[in-house]
């Protein structure tokens, strides 16, 4: 069987073994898990992710005063990402 919603399909697995249709969840993965194709990494992709987290791993100190700083007044990183989206800030 696939599945597509990888979160959804093991609360189901742990539900069967729950309900003893299998003994264990080992078990119950062995029946029910197949692998699906290989994802490879892309060496230029690699090259890429490293440069630019290389690059953060460099500002972060110096920015790291802003999210300090932040007064409480303006909430979470959710709150104000949720006023941007509705035009709200």
Do not use: F, K
């Not at 742990?14 to 699906?36: E, F, Q, S």
């Not at 932040?70 to 035009?87: E, I, K, N, V, W």
Request: aromatic share 6%; net charge negative; glycine share 8%.
């Amino acid at each position: 069987m696939a599945a597509d919603e990888g979160a959804a399909y093991g609360a189901a697995i742990l539900a069967a073994v729950g309900v003893r249709l299998w003994p264990t969840v080992d078990a119950a993965c062995d029946a029910l898990v197949r692998g699906a194709a290989e994802t490879r990494p892309q060496p230029d992709v690699v090259a890429l992710m490293n440069e630019r987290y290389d690059a953060y791993t460099r500002i972060y100190p110096a920015l790291r005063h802003i999210q300090d700083a932040r007064p409480a007044s303006l909430g979470t990183s959710a709150s104000l990402d949720a006023a941007s989206q509705s035009g709200v800030g």
